[in-house]
């Protein structure tokens, strides 16, 4: 493991330093240190090339080669199952080596189920779930080994590397009285780490290829300064749960400032777990646009002919995504802006891409949002950004990511525990508006909120306004006024909702029915089991509930709760 700095930082008194900044704080004695997890100074992918590490599974130990999920709460590993037959001969190699439950003495078998994640991507699959050993790291590193960890085995090519899952979320196999805590919260648990927290950059290919340290960096319990530029922003999570690490685009312009690719703000999630950047298709169509692409309805991807490729090397034309904490800003409220070069969204398909019939394709890594619920930063844009996260205090910050030279040391710092029992231990200060009112924006946003609902309901006679933070354009009604299911999809979305129940990921029957529910973008449909039962699933609401799933084999269903 990477030797740790032990530097001390004094508390700003300010939240407007942002999260880096508020969370410096003076060492105290017995403070644990934050885990660094080294890369293993490699790049996987059917999309791209993109910075991995390296995690043991099971006993004896196999180790393979994995990305990480900020949206995932299990680790996620390739089976045995994911290369067929019909795959080319290093399918192994190229998905990252697989590995093989059967090999390992710890190995608890807990059943099939469908995965949470990505289904409003479209992206319906299953996994076998158990229990095992993960080594984190390389081997002889010193990073922690954990036993008795869920672990997702996966054989379907929609997710065609494992990848670590960090979002310290449970799961629970059976009911919400039975939580299984995820990894990050046993390291935590364990004495591991100091806090719910992390820090991460996916890294980005072209900036090894010029003798600069362009790998990913992972840090769990703290974030490495050296790895980024700090800002005064800090986010807060969503009250959407499924959408935590979620914030508002306001503009996405050509660094000259002559095109603007985004016609209004929008608000996305960021989540590696995906390669891409989930836009609005006239956001598309501006990108399209501007850089001479070509829409492939097959792929549904934006590729780029061998002659476009050139001249946009050769000008490397810089995009800037302009971010907030949400759609209406106040007069407090800041900006980050960052930066991405025509480098990072240079990227090629290989042969093993779905329906690529070539054997390197360049694309353009965005895709079409069929709806708000599908806007997303993907692992492209992380390739720039820098990423903290603190689940403790639900709060997150975005800054530019740096790429040091090789020489340059890291500048680890913990993010202490939420604590209110210990004198050495502080909550992030209150935000001290630039304009130097002393209302924060939260307690702006509050007062503005309740006199709006005064008014409407002098007005109304009783009806009241129910507002969320980071609500999304279509109006929620109050819980107990939502219906079960209002709206049946049509015959041709249905058949457009092709699940994979078998782990090969491409045999199955498709679903017999799916529902809408009313008023809500990341819903999950009812789908059927094989056997023909139907199952019910819906998001569930409330700080410790979310998503309910089924398996596709029994009513067994598999619960995602929240951190």
Same mark, same amino acid.
């Given at each position: 493991?990477?030797?740790?700095?032990?530097?001390?930082?004094?508390?700003?008194?300010?939240?407007?330093?942002?999260?880096?900044?508020?969370?410096?704080?003076?060492?105290?004695?017995?403070?644990?240190?934050?885990?660094?997890?080294?890369?293993?100074?490699?790049?996987?992918?059917?999309?791209?090339?993109?910075?991995?590490?390296?995690?043991?599974?099971?006993?004896?130990?196999?180790?393979?080669?994995?990305?990480?999920?900020?949206?995932?709460?299990?680790?996620?590993?390739?089976?045995?199952?994911?290369?067929?037959?019909?795959?080319?001969?290093?399918?192994?190699?190229?998905?990252?080596?697989?590995?093989?439950?059967?090999?390992?003495?710890?190995?608890?078998?807990?059943?099939?189920?469908?995965?949470?994640?990505?289904?409003?991507?479209?992206?319906?699959?299953?996994?076998?779930?158990?229990?095992?050993?993960?080594?984190?790291?390389?081997?002889?590193?010193?990073?922690?080994?954990?036993?008795?960890?869920?672990?997702?085995?996966?054989?379907?090519?929609?997710?065609?590397?494992?990848?670590?899952?960090?979002?310290?979320?449970?799961?629970?196999?059976?009911?919400?009285?039975?939580?299984?805590?995820?990894?990050?919260?046993?390291?935590?648990?364990?004495?591991?780490?100091?806090?719910?927290?992390?820090?991460?950059?996916?890294?980005?290919?072209?900036?090894?290829?010029?003798?600069?340290?362009?790998?990913?960096?992972?840090?769990?319990?703290?974030?490495?300064?050296?790895?980024?530029?700090?800002?005064?922003?800090?986010?807060?999570?969503?009250?959407?749960?499924?959408?935590?690490?979620?914030?508002?685009?306001?503009?996405?312009? !050509?660094?000259?400032?002559?095109?603007? *690719?985004? #016609?209004?703000?929008? &608000?996305?999630? @960021? +989540?590696?777990?995906? %390669?891409?950047?989930?836009?609005?298709?006239?956001?598309?169509?501006?990108?399209?646009?501007?850089?001479?692409?070509?829409?492939?309805?097959?792929?549904?991807?934006?590729?780029?002919?061998?002659?476009?490729?050139?001249?946009?090397?050769?000008?490397?034309?810089?995009?800037?995504? !302009?971010?907030?904490?949400?759609?209406? *800003?106040? #007069?407090?409220?800041? &900006?980050?802006? @960052? +930066?991405?070069?025509? %480098?990072?969204?240079?990227?090629?398909?290989?042969?093993?891409?779905?329906?690529?019939?070539?054997?390197?394709?360049?694309?353009?890594?965005?895709?079409?949002?069929?709806?708000?619920?599908?806007?997303?930063?993907?692992?492209?844009?992380?390739?720039?950004?820098?990423?903290?996260?603190?689940?403790?205090?639900?709060?997150?910050?975005?800054?530019?990511?740096?790429?040091?030279?090789?020489?340059?040391?890291?500048?680890?710092?913990?993010?202490?525990?939420?604590?209110?029992?210990?004198?050495?231990?502080?909550?992030?200060?209150?935000?001290?508006?630039?304009?130097?009112?002393?209302?924060?924006?939260?307690?702006?946003?509050?007062?503005?909120?309740?006199?709006?609902?005064?008014?409407?309901?002098?007005?109304?006679?009783?009806?009241?306004?129910?507002?969320?933070?980071?609500?999304?354009?279509?109006?929620?009604?109050?819980?107990?006024?939502?219906?079960?299911?209002?709206?049946?999809?049509?015959?041709?979305?249905?058949?457009?909702?092709?699940?994979?129940?078998?782990?090969?990921?491409?045999?199955?029957?498709?679903?017999?029915?799916?529902?809408?529910?009313?008023?809500?973008?990341?819903?999950?449909?009812?789908?059927?089991?094989?056997?023909?039962?139907?199952?019910?699933?819906?998001?569930?609401?409330?700080?410790?509930?979310?998503?309910?799933?089924?398996?596709?084999?029994?009513?067994?269903?598999?619960?995602?709760?929240?951190?």
């Amino acid at each position: 493991m990477e030797e740790r700095a032990d530097k001390t930082m004094e508390i700003p008194n300010t939240r407007a330093g942002g999260l880096a900044q508020g969370l410096k704080r003076k060492r105290t004695t017995g403070a644990i240190e934050p885990l660094s997890i080294a890369t293993d100074q490699l790049w996987y992918g059917n999309d791209g090339p993109w910075s991995t590490f390296m995690l043991g599974y099971g006993t004896p130990a196999q180790f393979v080669h994995s990305l990480v999920s900020t949206s995932i709460t299990q680790p996620y590993v390739v089976l045995d199952q994911g290369c067929t037959s019909l795959d080319p001969s290093d399918c192994a190699q190229a998905r990252g080596v697989i590995f093989s439950p059967n090999s390992s003495s710890t190995w608890q078998n807990l059943g099939d189920y469908t995965l949470a994640f990505e289904q409003n991507l479209g992206i319906y699959e299953n996994g076998q779930f158990g229990m095992d050993t993960v080594s984190l790291g390389l081997p002889g590193s010193g990073a922690p080994t954990m036993d008795h960890q869920i672990v997702t085995g996966i054989a379907t090519k929609s997710f065609f590397v494992g990848s670590w899952g960090i979002r310290p979320a449970p799961t629970n196999l059976t009911n919400f009285n039975d939580p299984v805590p995820s990894l990050v919260q046993n390291l935590k648990d364990g004495g591991k780490i100091s806090s719910l927290s992390w820090a991460y950059t996916a890294g980005a290919y072209y900036q090894s290829q010029i003798s600069k340290a362009g790998e990913a960096s992972l840090t769990i319990g703290g974030y490495d300064t050296s790895r980024f530029q700090d800002n005064n922003v800090t986010f807060d999570f969503s009250t959407d749960t499924a959408r935590d690490i979620e914030l508002a685009i306001h503009a996405i312009v !050509t660094a000259d400032g002559s095109n603007s *690719l985004l #016609s209004e703000p929008i &608000l996305t999630f @960021i +989540d590696s777990a995906v %390669s891409h950047i989930w836009l609005p298709i006239d956001s598309c169509e501006a990108f399209q646009r501007t850089f001479n692409l070509t829409y492939d309805q097959n792929l549904e991807l934006y590729l780029v002919n061998d002659t476009v490729h050139q001249t946009l090397i050769a000008q490397n034309a810089t995009i800037s995504f !302009t971010l907030g904490n949400d759609i209406t *800003l106040s #007069s407090s409220d800041s &900006l980050v802006t @960052i +930066d991405m070069p025509y %480098s990072a969204f240079d990227l090629q398909l290989t042969p093993d891409y779905p329906n690529n019939t070539n054997n390197a394709t360049y694309y353009f890594p965005i895709r079409q949002a069929a709806n708000a619920s599908q806007y997303t930063l993907g692992r492209t844009f992380l390739q720039e950004a820098y990423l903290i996260a603190d689940y403790e205090r639900k709060q997150f910050s975005v800054h530019q990511a740096v790429f040091p030279d090789t020489g340059v040391q890291q500048d680890l710092q913990i993010i202490q525990p939420l604590s209110t029992n210990s004198s050495n231990v502080t909550t992030i200060p209150s935000p001290v508006p630039s304009s130097g009112s002393s209302i924060s924006t939260g307690a702006l946003a509050g007062i503005i909120v309740a006199a709006i609902i005064v008014v409407l309901g002098a007005l109304a006679g009783g009806f009241w306004l129910y507002r969320r933070k980071k609500h999304r354009p279509l109006a929620v009604p109050p819980e107990s006024a939502q219906p079960a299911a209002t709206e049946l999809l049509t015959e041709e979305k249905k058949r457009e909702l092709v699940s994979a129940w078998e782990l090969n990921g491409r045999d199955g029957p498709k679903p017999v029915a799916a529902w809408e529910l009313n008023g809500r973008d990341t819903l999950t449909p009812e789908l059927s089991s094989p056997n023909g039962a139907h199952l019910q699933r819906s998001e569930l609401r409330g700080e410790e509930m979310a998503r309910e799933l089924e398996s596709p084999r029994t009513p067994r269903p598999l619960y995602e709760m929240s951190g």
